[in-house]
């Protein structure tokens, strides 16, 4: 510091990370003096370093926040009525992305009392799955351990579920494939002609606290491939 001069506009200094140590060239504010530029100098490079270090965990949140409103985006495109409708759009208010306070229909999601959806596989075994991020929730909510959880692969899709009455292992491959293929009729890439879906008991399957809805972790899966019989149009 002491040898660069008061009023210095830049000034030339050896990069040690360099292995040539070559010399660069720093801009200086001569209107300070060169600790205060050094001074100046670190401040910048700690405000960056704090940004920087930032960065991964903002854009992963990004990411995941993108995957769940193309979730949304999906789950109105296929809703069946209005109380559907109306979750959804309960949903995107609790989670900030809507502030008016629009007139809302009255449905099963406002007085939290909101159910899966229910059918039956031809074998005769009952299936929970959801079409909207409650309904996905109380799936998981609702369903045993021991029973199979259903999930397209890699994206945003409604949860499948088939009762097991504690016995997985006895659900015949026709009713896995039929589980199957309605998880992933209720995906994003449900007009594709190939869909993987990954299926697992509900006990590999855990929910983060403070996800969103629907959101949900899982191990230990198994990978189904769905032939919907026709092509993305």
């Known amino acids: ?58 854009l992963a949140e990004a990411r995941a926040e993108g995957e769940y409103l193309q979730g949304v985006q999906q789950q109105v495109e296929t809703a069946e009525d209005t109380a559907e409708l109306a979750q959804l759009e309960e949903e ?76 997985p292992d006895e659900v015949p491959e026709s009713s896995l494939r039929e589980a199957a293929a309605l998880a992933a009729s209720l995906s994003h890439w449900r007009n594709d002609a190939h869909v993987p879906v990954n299926y697992t008991a509900l006990k590999h399957v855990h929910k983060p606290k403070g996800a969103r809805p629907g959101f949900v972790t899982y191990t230990d899966f198994r990978t189904l491939h769905v032939d919907t019989g026709h092509e993305r149009g």
């Open 92 to 167: 995107l208010r609790r989670g900030g992305f809507l502030h008016e306070q629009a007139k809302r229909v009255r449905s099963r999601d406002r007085s939290g009392t909101v159910e899966p959806r229910r059918a039956t596989t031809r074998d005769g075994y009952p299936m929970l799955y959801g079409k909207t991020g409650a309904q996905n929730d109380a799936v998981v909510r609702t369903a045993a351990p021991e029973d199979l959880w259903f999930h397209v692969k890699d994206g945003p899709g409604g949860h499948v579920v088939i009762r097991t009455s504690g016995r």
């Open 1 to 58: 510091l002491h040898a660069i001069p008061t009023g210095a506009a830049e000034v030339e200094v050896t990069d040690y990370y360099d292995p040539n140590q070559a010399t660069v060239t720093l801009k200086l504010d001569p209107h300070y003096s060169a600790k205060e530029n050094a001074q100046a100098a670190f401040d910048r490079y700690r405000r960056a370093r704090r940004i920087l270090d930032k960065v991964p965990g903002l």
